[in-house]
């Protein structure tokens, strides 16, 4: 069984590009969720889709906008970086809605 | 709206001293999920316990024990006999349905940063 996958794992921009951070949830898993962790932070919920509509969304610009596909993996798209945005990105999935969530490493993006 | 209050930031023990993280809760709903998480330094979260608010009984598996509390909002977690594999961050998060509109998404604490020294 594999488990939750995210790239790159690593990536450096500069302010106001975008970028797009990619997801493939566990096999069977057809709820993915997103989360931003600042530095010494706990995760922050930006959010969650299910069956490939966005089911919940937290206190995040729209520039922040995702997708999930039918094999239910999953991407984060942020337009007009800004320096803030500088964080580790965190991809979970789970088997349903409320249930314990499967993290995959997360994506360390710096924006200079 | 849900919270969760992780007040301790940073914990040091030596190994094999217990140690207890400490996690306080707020909802309004009378149906909600508490969880604890580990993160260790790779960055993954690693998925500890999930417990439901009916369901009031202490848990304990292999060193690992909670005592959830309802009275006093508080889900604490307890590590015996703790090892240096157990340095991490640890973090409570909540779940319920009126803030997230039926779908539980959980809410993190800040996390307990523990460092275990040999």
């Known amino acids: 069984e594999t488990g939750v996958t995210q790239s790159p794992t690593h990536l450096i921009k500069t302010r106001g590009q975008q970028v797009t951070l990619r997801c493939s949830s566990q096999?069977?898993?057809?709820?993915v969720s997103w989360y931003q962790q600042a530095l010494g932070q706990g995760p922050q919920f930006i959010f969650q889709y299910y069956r490939e509509e966005e089911n919940g969304r937290g206190n995040f610009p729209p520039r922040f906008s995702g997708l999930q596909f039918p094999n239910y993996s999953s991407e984060l798209n942020v337009n007009a970086l800004e320096l803030d945005d500088s964080a580790l990105y965190l991809c979970a999935s789970s088997p349903q809605r409320g249930e314990k969530l499967f993290f995959g490493s997360g994506t360390q993006l710096s924006v200079l | 709206a849900q919270k969760v209050t992780q007040a301790q930031t940073e914990i040091s023990v030596v190994e094999k001293e217990d140690v207890t993280l400490d996690c306080v809760y707020e909802?309004?709903?009378?149906?909600?999920?508490l969880f604890w998480y580990k993160q260790p330094p790779s960055g993954e979260l690693v998925f500890l316990i999930r417990r439901n608010s009916f369901d009031e009984q202490n848990e304990i598996s292999g060193r690992y024990s909670w005592n959830f509390q309802k009275s006093t909002s508080s889900f604490n977690f307890t590590i015996t006999a703790s090892q240096v594999v157990d340095s991490a961050v640890y973090f409570c998060a909540l779940s319920d349905a009126r803030t997230s509109g039926g779908s539980y998404i959980p809410t993190f604490g800040r996390g307990t940063s523990l460092i275990v020294h040999p």
């Open positions: 096999s069977g898993h057809n709820t």
């Open positions: 909802t309004r709903d009378t149906t909600y999920y």
